[in-house]
């Protein structure tokens, strides 16, 4: 009998693709636990000191939806958001276990980790809001503008997905903490979000360098015109 099954296709392999969802992982763990509590003022304006790098995470997210469409950018994405599970469930566990009683330290670290439960449940929710945001934006306008234009669908997605990322996680995360008033968490999330959509701006001729050398290398230039943009689906 002749067999009528379709051919299984081959799945592809990519050169670069696993080197850009452990570059954006890193970026977001390092974001997410180290700088995040820290505020920092320059000419009297307050900002949130993770400013300097979380921004990255979002560049990251522009390149692989780019370059590899919706979907693989959507298991980056639930990477990075297991990789923040762990990291809040390893502070928790760090912070409580009693310390040595010739270990002065304690206090201390409470004070820069022990907050880090609250701040990493603040992250996952405002990073998987965010970042799905992001995604979806840039890949929807990538169909629109017919691939041209890159800096707008950049630029344009980032505004809607930091817009997003900012006005969950700062009164989530800080909101009656010590140290943050109601009028610093505003002034932080509001100067964080300028400073977001500034630095994506800025960091276009190296977004450009880079989609161009991944779409080059990897001969890939995905369009997500059938894709299913359920957030919760793993498949490519």
Not at 221 to 232: E, L
Request: charge should be positive.
């Amino acid at each position: 009998m002749e067999n009528t099954a379709a051919p299984v296709r081959p799945r592809r392999v990519y050169k670069y693709y696993d080197l850009v969802m452990a570059a954006f992982v890193t970026v977001l763990l390092c974001s997410g636990v180290i700088g995040v509590q820290k505020v920092s003022v320059i000419g009297g304006i307050p900002f949130g000191t993770a400013i300097l790098f979380f921004p990255l995470s979002y560049l990251f997210g522009d390149i692989l939806t780019e370059v590899y469409g919706y979907a693989r950018s959507r298991r980056v994405i639930w990477a990075g958001f297991g990789g923040l599970i762990f990291a809040a469930f390893m502070s928790w566990v760090v912070v409580e276990m009693p310390p040595a009683p010739d270990w002065p330290h304690q206090k201390s670290y409470e004070f820069v980790f022990g907050n880090t439960p609250r701040v990493v449940f603040a992250s996952l929710v405002a990073f998987w809001a965010g970042e799905f945001t992001n995604s979806f934006v840039l890949a929807k306008m990538k169909i629109v503008t017919r691939g041209r234009w890159l800096w707008t669908r950049t630029i344009g997605s980032t505004i809607a997905g930091e817009g997003v990322d900012s006005l969950i996680f700062y009164p989530l995360a800080f909101l009656g903490s010590e140290g943050w008033t109601s009028s610093l968490v505003i002034k932080v999330m509001i100067t964080n979000y300028a400073l977001k959509v500034a630095w994506e701006a800025l960091a276009t001729p190296v977004t450009y360098r880079i989609v161009n050398f991944l779409k080059k290398a990897e001969n890939e230039d995905y369009y997500d015109r059938d894709t299913n943009f359920n957030p919760f689906r793993l498949e490519t």
